[in-house]
């Protein structure tokens, strides 16, 4: 266990549905990642937040939503995704100090979104 | 930004050789340089790290080589089990936010 909770695990979902991805922890970590792991591709940033502030938009397009409430929580909010959207989406926290990030990363073990 | 490029993208070897994945960055205010485990169907984990003030770093049988000026650092794994299957990701990063390698799928043949 990591300390990293990240729900739901599995999720299929046709191109018109709206539905979320949870991310929790309870490191006392204040930033938290979203990546995106496609086959064969290397890990993408997608968003980042430190101190619940988003300081990291990698080009991502609108159908994904961020939103961060608190240091423990990040969500990811799905709408109107294509089926390329299909991939393993892994959530991360780590350390700050001094607002600077200093630690390693402690990932979840991520949610597999198919979209048909 | 941070460009990290990762060598080879599979490597297969027979369990007890040793096994080498490169990495190359690009930009020389990058001080941290992790490395990360991830098993199949597991979520990554880190394995071993190296800060730009120091050249080497081991941990058992894993060791990490850092060269500043060339930019450029390596994994090395001795005496491979069928264990240490897995992807292996390099990262550099500066500050804030790590930029990963593409992976080396190693594959370890009892």
């Known amino acids: 266990e990591t300390g990293v909770t990240q729900t739901p695990r599995h999720l299929v979902m046709g191109m018109t549905n709206k539905k979320s991805l949870k991310c929790e922890q309870h490191l006392g970590h204040n930033a938290m990642y979203w990546y995106k792991q496609s086959a064969k591709k290397p890990l993408e940033l997608m968003f980042v937040?430190?101190?619940?502030?988003?300081?990291e938009n990698n080009s991502v397009p609108s159908r994904f939503s961020p939103e961060c409430p608190n240091s423990s929580h990040l969500f990811l909010h799905l709408h109107t995704l294509q089926p390329e959207d299909s991939a393993l989406y892994l959530c991360a926290s780590s350390p700050t100090s001094g607002g600077l990030n200093t630690g390693e990363l402690f990932f979840g073990e991520g949610s597999r979104l198919t979209v048909l | 930004g941070e460009n990290v490029e990762q060598h080879p993208s599979t490597l297969s070897v027979q369990e007890g050789d040793s096994a080498v994945i490169k990495c190359t960055y690009s930009?020389?205010?990058?001080?941290?340089f992790p490395w990360y485990k991830q098993e199949l169907g597991k979520r990554p984990q880190l394995i071993i790290d190296i800060r730009s003030n120091v050249g080497e770093k081991k941990d058992q049988r894993i060791a990490v080589t850092l060269n500043k000026t060339a930019k450029h650092f390596s994994l090395h794994i001795t005496e491979t089990q069928p264990e240490d299957s897995a992807v292996y990701f390099c990262a550099a990063r500066m500050g804030y936010i790590p930029t990963f390698g593409r992976g080396t799928s190693l594959i370890v043949h009892p």
């Open positions: 937040y430190n101190f619940k502030e988003q300081t």
């Open positions: 930009d020389s205010a990058s001080n941290y």
